[in-house]
């Protein structure tokens, strides 16, 4: 099965990305955390990246489609895949889409995590993220156990550069300018299935495992 998980930054599409890789074992892709370890291993990408996620912005649709079609060919995502944080642009998804059908494959089901703005707000500036396994924490609603320390992995958890208030307006502006059409461009073929996640992260998983099984009997012969 392949999936888009769509939605702005701070809706949970990260924490709900590891429910769904756990529970239907395909691989997950977050073009954000491709982003981020090139960033931290110097290479060429990550250097070209850096200063547009500094600053909020989208990378460059060449680049981001380059390193996602890359992605696509490795060996594990023969048995599927969940595509996080990708497309956000309608050239991103024109291009998946071309890529897709030459290659004899297709897009399941477009996942579309939604979050009031202001919930937004408060969930990404207590976020703290784990450099190591990816597990992410709020300091309000999910604290780790020990202040600062990642529980799965015991990895000094950070505070991400692009969690800033003002980092954040920035991207919440690009998601609506960009990323939302693309709410529109799945929904007219038939893919987007909505989910209001202010219910929290394990209800909607649940929810969403649900309409998987659903449209994973609908699909077998
Ligand atoms: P979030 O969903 O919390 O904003 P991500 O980890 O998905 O964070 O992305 C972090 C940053 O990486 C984005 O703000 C953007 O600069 C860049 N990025 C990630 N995915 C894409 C993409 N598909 N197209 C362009 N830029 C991207
Ligand atoms: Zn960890």
Request: aromatic fraction near 4%.
């Amino acid at each position: 099965m392949n999936l888009i998980l769509l939605g702005a930054p701070g809706t949970g599409k990260g924490t709900l990305a590891a429910g769904i890789r756990n529970a239907i074992g395909i691989a997950h892709v977050s073009t954000g955390d491709m982003f981020r370890h090139n960033i931290k291993d110097g290479t060429p990408l990550g250097k070209e990246a850096s200063g547009y996620i500094a600053h909020g912005e989208l990378v460059p649709d060449s680049l981001t489609i380059r390193m996602l079609e890359e992605r696509l060919q490795r060996d594990d995502c023969r048995k599927g895949f969940l595509l996080d944080g990708y497309p956000r642009t309608i050239a991103q998804a024109d291009a998946l889409a071309a890529f897709l059908t030459g290659v004899g494959q297709k897009i399941d089901a477009v996942l579309d995590i939604r979050l009031a703005d202001a919930t937004i707000q408060e969930r990404l500036s207590g976020r703290r993220v784990c450099p190591s396994c990816g597990s992410s924490y709020n300091l309000a609603a999910r604290p780790p156990k020990k202040p600062g320390i990642c529980d799965t992995c015991g990895t000094a958890l950070e505070h991400r550069e692009d969690d800033r208030p003002e980092t954040i307006a920035v991207r919440l502006m690009a998601y609506h300018e960009k990323t939302r059409p693309l709410e529109d461009y799945y929904a007219a073929r038939g893919l987007l299935h909505a989910y209001d996640n202010e219910v929290g992260s394990e209800i909607t998983l649940q929810s969403i495992l649900k309409a998987l099984g659903t449209l994973g009997a609908a699909s077998r012969p």
